[in-house]
Structures are given as C-alpha cells and as structure tokens.
C-alpha cells in the first residue's frame, strides 16, 4: 500500500510540474488561453506567490553576487591598510539586498493589483476577484526571466550590455501586456479598459505620489527662503 | 501546441537554474579585482628592509672626538633613542623602511680640528633606532613631520642639549631615569600628545626641558627623591585646562597656569625645571605614569 501511494504521489508531483511548466509555456505562448485555464483550474495563490518569490530573489542573488564580489574586491584593495579583518556587516549587505527586492516585489505585487482593482471594479463598474488578479499577476512576472538572463549576461561579460538592455525592455513591455490580458480576463473588460486599469491607473497613482513628494519638498525648501518663492 | 508549452516552461525554469548557479559560483570563478591601494611611504609587512650603520671610536671616528652633533630629519614614522654603556660607541643606526622607500641617507664629518663628529641622518619613512654611546657629549636635533619620537635618558646619557620637533602630528615621549645627564631638551609638537616621565632617585646634573604642543596634550609624571632633585613645573595653557594631582609639589596654580616646586627645591642636589606651554588642551601633573606609550620593537 506504501508503495503504491509513493508512486502515486510521485505520478502526482510529475504532474504538477508538467502542468506548472505548461501554464508558463502558456502564459508565453498563448496567455489570453493560458490565464483562462489557470482560472478554470483555480490554482492556488501561492503558486503564483512562489513564483514572484523565486524570480525576484534570484534576479536578486545574481545582482547581490556581483555586489558582493564587489565588496570583496574593495576589502582586497584596501587590505593594505585595514589588514585581513573579516567583512563582518559589509558581508551581510547581498543578503539584505536580496531580502528588501524580495519584499519591495511583493509589495509591488499587491499595490499594483490592488489599484487594477479598484480601476476595474469602481471605475469601469466591473465584476472580478482581487485574489484571482493577484495569481495571473504572478503568473505575468513570467517575462522577468528575460530580465535574469541579461543579468547573468552581463556579469559574465560587459560586452553583451545591448543583449541585456534588448532583454531587459521586452521584458517590461510583455509584463505591462500580460498584467492588461490579466485584468481583461479577470473582470471580461475591454483590452483597453484593462490597459487602463492595469499600466495607466498604477502610473497615474505613481505620478501623483511623486508629485506630492515633490509638492512637500519644494514647501520645505521655500520654508527656508522666507515662504513661498 | 501542449509540448511548446512545456518545453518553454522548461526554458524559464532552465533559467532561473541558471541564475542560481551563476549567483553561487561567480564570486568564487570570476572575482573581481581592483588595483592594491598602497602608501609607499608605509611599507608593506614582509616587503621590510634595515638599514644599519654604526659610528665607533678607532674604526670610523677619530679619538679627538668629543662631542657629537646629530641632525635627524625623517618625515614619516617614529624615532627610538637610547643610551648604551659603550664608551667607544658614538652612534649606532638601525632604520627599518619598506622596500619602496629610498635607502637612508647618512653622512659624518668631523669638524672643528676633530673634536665634533657631525652626523646627518635624513629619510622619507620608517622606523629609525638610534643608539648612543656613554663615551661623548651629544647635541641633536631630531624633526619629524607625522610620526612618533621616544627617548629614554638614563645614566648612561650625556646630553648637552636636544631639540625634538613634530611639525605637524604625533606622539612624543621622553623618560629621564637614574643619573641622566642633560643640560637643556626642547620638545614641541604640533598636534598630539607629549609624555614626560621622570623616574629617578638622582641626576648628575641639573637640566631644564621645555615643552610646547599646540594643540594636544601633555603629562607629566614625577616619581623622585626631593632631596636628590628638585623639580619645577611652569605651565601655562591658552585654551584648557590643568590638572595637578601631586602631594610632593607645592606652588601656585589656577585653572591654566602653574608654578610649582617640589618640597625642597632650593636645597635638592640637582634641579630639573620644566617650562610647559600649551596652546589647545590640557595639562597633567602626578606621581604615576598615566598611560602606557606604544612601544614597538625592531
């Protein structure tokens, strides 16, 4: 009996990963189909959650690596003077890095979504599932590969900076289109109106952040010449 | 259509596995190196070289010698004196230097029909020990523009007069012990610290020191038989402050100046009257030595 519920688990592991490489594939290849099937198969939020998590944080290890040999290099060239003290905190810094991207994409991850939503649902009087849109949210990071590959790419050589940069802007591009098919088959609205909610809502929320920040830090320094200047 | 799918798949997983190995691998494969930052001035451990001559009587200086004139000039590191019971010893001169920095330039001469011995010792950087014989009268003028200057005088010490400078900052030490002999020592530094030791039972002359630092400190500790020597302290501090912690001195003292003497100055064998001026800083007076001093040997 053990060993057949071992084979079954097996089978059913194998599975798995033969349909989580085909909804990738798919969100590739065909994503208005692939999103459709992931909601039809109501996958679980934490694929799409592990997901996130593995691209950001080895786009991270592959950044905090080459941060760190920088560090090293440093210690090495300055070893002259402070002797062969261990790095002690500085060693610490690519791990920190790798944790603040982590966290900053999840967060990312849910204002993002959480705008999209509030778009979709009040402004365009739509209907759909906040935690639905956050899983195809996952799912359309897929494209970020690209940006992990150009990464590696350069750490091994400088001279492929214009591959890197050509993968770096494909990949934005499809990551803003997947997150519009996204919102488009979570709420059934228009490819425009998920446009909107999807790339031109979060845009419009950034630009009027950015706008107050710099409202306040122009208060602050006219405050200093007297008032307002 | 379901294969392209999977094998794509396949390829973002092969990916991620790829950037994973190369996180793990590339500071081990491909380090990064930046050119070694190096002072040439300070040297390297393990690239260290000495350099050493010695002054002595009837194999490079002359029996009418005298006196001794030194004129010591290095503009980084430190300076290491002290007295040996050799008689025939007139100068002895290890200097301890980073194979980048020149070798030390020492010239001697003798002047004034053979009595005076002029010896001239100049470098970049290192660490300079001179050691001086028990058998000549010395005068000396010792600069250093970064660096640290120690002296010990005891009886084997025959000093006419020492002039020791820090042009810009350091350290300076001196201890006086048993039977030195010394006429006049004049140290000054510009910014750092200037410990004065004096640690004896008697000398065998009287001497005066006088010190200056601009900006620093400088302590003094006196450890002495009253009635072998009678010590004078006149001090004087433009911004600071003074600190008299002393039960053997008795005087006048206000927050920046002091004139003080030990009990039974005037009728002490010998005097040692030390003139202490003070620009920014402090002063201290006690019986201990307050500090210990670096002492690094060669």
Redo the contacts between chains.
């Keep these: 009996m053990e060993k057949i519920g071992d084979e079954m688990s097996e089978k059913g592991m194998s599975g798995y990963f033969?349909a989580?490489?085909?909804?990738?594939?798919?969100v590739?290849?065909?994503p208005d189909a692939?999103f459709k099937q992931i909601i039809a198969d109501k996958v679980g939020v934490w694929e799409p959650f592990l997901l996130i998590l593995?691209?950001v944080g080895?786009?991270g290890?592959?950044f905090?690596?080459?941060v760190?040999?920088?560090i090293?290099?440093?210690a090495?060239?300055?070893?002259?003077?402070t002797g062969n003290v261990p790095l002690g905190l500085l060693g610490a810094i690519p791990w920190i890095m790798v944790i603040l991207m982590v966290v900053v994409a999840l967060i990312f991850w849910i204002v993002v979504a959480g705008i999209a939503h509030i778009s979709a649902k009040y402004i365009f009087k739509s209907e759909g599932s906040f935690v639905q849109l956050l899983k195809l949210y996952g799912y359309s990071l897929?494209p970020y590969?690209?940006v992990?590959?150009g990464?590696?790419l350069l750490?091994?050589s400088w001279a492929t900076w214009p591959l890197s940069m050509f993968f770096n802007i494909v990949a934005t591009f499809w990551v803003v289109l997947l997150m519009a098919v996204a919102v488009k088959h979570n709420y059934n609205i228009d490819v425009g109106k998920a446009f909107i909610s999807s790339f031109i809502g979060p845009m419009v929320v950034w630009l009027i952040i950015v706008s107050i920040f710099w409202a306040w830090l122009w208060l602050i320094i006219s405050s200093f010449a007297g008032g307002f200047v | 259509m379901a294969m392209a799918r999977t094998i794509l798949g396949g390829v973002f997983v092969a990916i991620l596995f790829v950037g994973v190995v190369y996180a793990v691998v590339s500071p081990t494969l491909q380090p990064i190196s930046f050119p070694r930052f190096e002072i040439p001035w300070l040297g390297v451990e393990g690239e260290r070289m000495v350099d050493r001559y010695s002054l002595v009587k009837e194999t490079n200086v002359s029996d009418s010698v005298k006196f001794v004139d030194l004129n010591v000039t290095l503009k980084f590191g430190g300076i290491n004196l002290l007295f040996s019971n050799d008689p025939y010893l007139a100068c002895d001169v290890s200097f301890e230097r980073s194979v980048n920095v020149s070798e030390l330039e020492i010239s001697y001469d003798e002047l004034d029909g053979g009595q005076v011995l002029q010896v001239g010792v100049w470098d970049e950087a290192g660490r300079l020990n001179l050691t001086l014989g028990n058998g000549y009268l010395y005068n000396g003028t010792f600069r250093l523009r970064i660096g640290g200057v120690m002296m010990t005088l005891g009886r084997h010490a025959n000093v006419s007069r020492f002039v020791v400078s820090i042009k810009y900052f350091g350290g300076l030490f001196l201890e006086i012990n048993d039977d030195a002999s010394f006429e006049q020592i004049d140290l000054s530094v510009d910014i750092g610290g200037l410990q004065l030791v004096v640690d004896a039972e008697s000398l065998k002359d009287s001497g005066a020191i006088n010190v200056n630092v601009n900006v620093g400190g400088f302590s003094m500790s006196v450890d002495v038989n009253t009635s072998e020597i009678g010590v004078g302290l006149d001090a004087a501090v433009d911004v600071g402050g003074l600190t008299v912690n002393h039960e053997d001195f008795q005087g006048q003292l206000s927050q920046r100046m002091c004139s003080l003497k030990t009990v039974g100055y005037d009728g002490a064998t010998n005097k040692l009257d030390v003139k202490a001026t003070i620009g920014l800083g402090g002063g201290t007076l006690q019986k201990g030595a307050q500090y210990g001093f670096p002492i690094s040997q060669v």
């Design positions: 033969s989580f490489l085909s909804r990738i594939g798919g590739f290849l065909a692939a593995l691209l080895i786009e290890a592959v905090a690596s080459f760190y040999r920088v090293l290099a440093i090495e060239s300055l070893s002259y003077l897929t590969s690209l992990i590959l990464t590696v750490g091994i």
